[in-house]
């Protein structure tokens, strides 16, 4: 298909904006804290909450592919003239500019699983038992949504000795204040976190008995 030169041109400019779109919101979400601890802290990046994020990333993708698939008809005998003239000069970078782009997207789904499979450790169940055999089971759900007052009140035990506790390590709480919020302020790792409140749990609950 022949195109003119002004269609090729609105065509390259438009994926140059999109990709740049694209490039920017990946770039959020990338920093963006994981689970629901961004809307808990109400999180934002250039203005934009992480739904809104992930919503623009998204149309931006479906609209690059169908860009993508108007430069690939415009262009398609122009790309197969340039492919030819360039293996009948080198079938060694021909091969290369084919299996570049295969390991990149390789790598990069590699590393997307990776980040996935981050996340969802984020809700598995931890749990530390006393020597009484009584178990403190703090789960990713009480991590995301409960207050330390809230978090007292389930198990049991004082929330000012809970807040004295966490002020003995260095951590300052309110009873109101979120355990999320407290994990990003403090910028804590989430398993270390649960741990440490478990662990102060079990130590309020022996005191108590």
Do not use: C
């Not at 997307?112 to 006393?130: I, K, L, P, Q, V």
């Not at 999320?180 to 005191?207: C, P, Q």
């Amino acid at each position: 298909m022949r195109a003119s030169a002004l269609l090729r041109g609105v065509v390259d400019l438009l994926l140059l904006i999109v990709f740049v779109g694209i490039a920017v919101t990946g770039i959020g979400l990338y920093l963006a804290p994981s689970g629901r601890i961004a809307e808990s802290i109400g999180w934002t990046f250039l203005g934009m909450d992480k739904e809104a994020l992930t919503n623009l990333h998204t149309y931006l993708g479906f609209i690059m592919i169908g860009l993508v698939g108007v430069h690939l008809v415009v262009g398609f005998r122009s790309m197969l003239v340039m492919l030819k003239s360039a293996f009948k000069s080198s079938k060694v970078k021909v091969v290369a500019g084919l299996i570049i782009p295969i390991l990149l997207i390789a790598v990069g789904f590699q590393a997307f699983s990776a980040y996935a499979g981050e996340e969802e450790t984020h809700e598995t169940y931890y749990y530390y038992e006393e020597s009484t055999n009584s178990t403190v089971y703090i789960t990713g759900t009480m991590m995301k949504y409960y207050t330390v007052q809230e978090l007292a009140e389930e198990f049991n035990v004082s929330t000012d000795a809970l807040i004295e506790k966490l002020k003995e390590k260095g951590i300052e709480a309110t009873p109101d204040e979120k355990l999320v919020e407290i994990e990003y302020k403090y910028d804590l790792d989430r398993e270390e976190f649960k741990a440490m409140l478990e662990e102060i749990i079990i130590e309020l609950r022996g005191e108590g008995g």
